[in-house]
């Protein structure tokens, strides 16, 4: 039983992705990309990985027309 519901809990649990338009991650609120975010980016695209976060930072500012473009800079492209 213990095992079923292991596998259960973690099929239900949503994944690092971002919440928008707030953009926090959807599985623990801290600003996307997360740290587990950013290590499963980083695994998935690879070489890629600047150009698919650059997209997102567009998508993000548009979304957070508030946030300060140096901050997203930082956040979404900066560790790539
Ligand atoms: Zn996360």
């Excluded at 973690?10 to 623990?28: E, F, G, I, M, N």
């Excluded at 990985?49 to 946030?67: D, I, K, S, T, W």
């Amino acid at each position: 039983m213990t095992r079923g519901w292991t596998t259960y809990a973690t099929v239900l649990a949503p994944p690092h992705d971002p919440l928008r338009p707030s953009w926090l991650c959807a599985q623990d609120g801290q600003a996307w990309p997360c740290d587990v975010a950013r290590a499963q980016l980083a695994a998935e695209h690879g070489d890629a990985l600047a150009a698919v976060l650059a997209e997102q930072l567009v998508l993000a500012a548009r979304e957070m027309p508030n946030a300060r473009p140096a901050d997203l800079h930082k956040r979404f492209v900066a560790w790539t």
